[in-house]
């Protein structure tokens, strides 16, 4: 299993770049002086690839009795947990941007209501406009998703409360139930514009098998590694909705 979330870029170490802020093109008539330059604010976002382990051990008779169902099944488990793992730092990092950016870090917008019929246009609305409107998906907890569709059951089902957009689960969002004020209940967003994950050793997780440390107790450890960085690259290509006050 792969993530549905980011996409990969082969690389070492990558820095960055993102428009902090800048000016807007101008028309230029024949015979008029020249246009003025740019003003161009950039910052740079460094995305240094760590790697993310996940092991467990197995008896030296299930290797023996070649179980590749099984073992395929421990493989595939391993390499789900890693992939979840990196998910969960992505959706960490941008729940920790600030709303204004700096020298390193993009910004995020933050749209802080309860679940209605139109805090999810609300949230696309407060996107940039060079996110891709086809890849915009909407993350949230399980929990939450009830909280969305007893507002579509409501009004009779009269409209989309998700705008047509993917939801993708994700157990690293607080519920909106369990949510203190101000906690980020859903992220809205395009991951393939704003995100990025460096593999330095390719789009996989590699799988190694250990049977001679622990030999003597018919053990063999099975270790899944990936090496990855993630980072957020763009402003404003993310929103975060976070919890209301109670009344």
């Given at each position: 299993p792969r993530s549905?979330?980011?996409?990969?870029?082969?690389?070492?170490?990558?820095?960055?770049?993102?428009?902090?802020?800048?000016?807007?093109?101008?028309?230029?008539?024949?015979?008029?002086?020249?246009v003025d330059e740019e003003t161009l604010t950039i910052g740079t976002v460094e995305i240094i690839p760590r790697t993310i382990k996940k092991w467990i051990s197995v008896t030296d008779e299930i290797i023996d009795l070649r179980g590749e169902d099984f073992l395929n099944y421990i493989k595939d488990e391993l390499t789900y947990k890693i992939v979840r793992k990196a998910e969960s730092i992505l959706l960490n990092a941008i729940d920790a941007l600030p709303t204004t950016a700096d020298a390193t870090h993009p910004s995020v917008k933050t749209v802080k209501s309860a679940p209605t019929g139109y805090v999810i246009a609300d949230a696309i609305g407060n996107l940039c406009a060079d996110v891709r409107g086809n890849n915009t998906v909407i993350v949230m907890n399980p929990l939450t998703f009830k909280e969305f569709r007893k507002v579509q059951v409501q009004a009779n089902y009269a409209y989309d409360v998700f705008e047509g957009k993917k939801v993708v689960f994700s157990d690293d969002i607080a519920a909106y139930d369990t949510a203190s004020e101000n906690d980020t209940y859903a992220i809205v967003g395009d991951f393939s514009y704003g995100a990025r994950a460096i593999v330095p050793n390719g789009d996989r997780v590699e799988i190694k098998y250990d049977d001679k440390t622990r030999m003597k107790s018919d053990l063999v450890d099975i270790l899944g590694r990936e090496p990855i960085g993630l980072g957020v690259v763009a402003c404003k290509s993310f929103v975060r909705l976070t919890k209301p006050a109670s009344l």
């Open positions: 549905t979330l980011f996409p990969y870029t082969t690389l070492f170490q990558s820095s960055i770049q993102f428009e902090v802020s800048g000016s807007d093109a101008v028309i230029h008539y024949e015979g008029s002086g020249a």
